[in-house]
T-cell receptor, first 115, second 114 residues
Framework: GESVGLHLPTLSVQEGDNSIINCAYS??????FIWYKQESGKGPQFIID?????DKRQGQRVTVLLNKTVKHLSLQIAATQPGDSAVYFCAEPSFLSGGSYIPTFGRGTSLIVHP | DVKVTQSSRYLVKRTGEKVFLECVQD?????MFWYRQDPGLGLRLIYF???????EKGDIPEGYSVSREKKERFSLILESASTNQTSMYLC?????????????FGPGTRLTVL
């Protein structure tokens, strides 16, 4: 999961297994969260989002779970494939005056999928 | 599809040089961002811009400035490059400042300062 240390947390899985990537957020008032995927040599790409009025949201092979009690997010990837190898970031909003927000990113988790 | 392009994928500069990193988006987005990404530290916001000629400091603006003369272009400037500015620089844009607006990222510029 996300770490306060300088080393990127790494999750290694076998192809076909399910992956769970964790993220702790800091602001209990945050009401919107996003997961991004960053493949090697590319910028981050949006995967899935969830609002705080939901506990779970499903996409294609991905599910995000939100536990507001402990301020924890998880991203679950079903039947992990080699193409899922990437760094995954969670982001929560830091709100500015006027209703705008700036996303604050976690440090990321590196997912390595072994064939 | 939204496209965010950055002028260079790789740059090598010398200490003290003035460096320009250019970013262009083609979707008429109001907001644009510059981040730097370092191993284990995630993405840290340097500057962002709400609209043309408007800019706001992010978390780590020291040593950087920005320019947004046209809506589609957001430039990051290192007035006098230093070795601690060696990093991956990512540009992003989004339509407005709403919570549900997705950021779209460019491919990044890996800058090395010798």
């Amino acid at each position: 999961g996300e770490s306060v240390g300088l080393h990127l947390p790494t999750l290694s899985v076998q192809e076909g297994d399910n992956s769970i990537i964790n993220c702790a957020y800091s602001n209990s008032a945050s009401d919107y969260f996003i997961w991004y995927k960053q493949e090697s040599g590319k910028g981050p790409q949006f995967i899935i989002d969830i609002r705080s009025n939901m506990d779970k949201r499903q996409g294609q092979r991905v599910t995000v779970l939100l536990n507001k009690t402990v301020k924890h997010l998880s991203l679950q990837i079903a039947a992990t494939q080699p193409g899922d190898s990437a760094v995954y970031f969670c982001a929560e909003p830091s709100f500015l005056s006027g209703g705008s927000y700036i996303p604050t990113f976690g440090r990321g988790t590196s997912l390595i999928v072994h064939p | 599809d939204v496209k965010v392009t950055q002028s260079s994928r790789y740059l090598v500069k010398r200490t003290g040089e003035k460096v320009f990193l250019e970013c262009v988006q083609d979707m008429d987005h109001e907001n644009m961002f510059w981040y730097r990404q370092d191993p284990g530290l995630g993405l840290r916001l340097i500057y962002f811009s709400y609209d043309v000629k408007m800019k706001e400091k992010g978390d780590i603006p020291e040593g950087y400035s920005v320019s947004r003369e046209k809506k589609e272009r957001f430039s990051l400037i290192l007035e006098s490059a230093s070795t601690n500015q060696t990093s991956m620089y990512l540009c992003a844009s989004r339509e407005k400042g709403l919570a549900a607006d997705t950021q779209y990222f460019g491919p990044g510029t890996r800058l090395t300062v010798l």
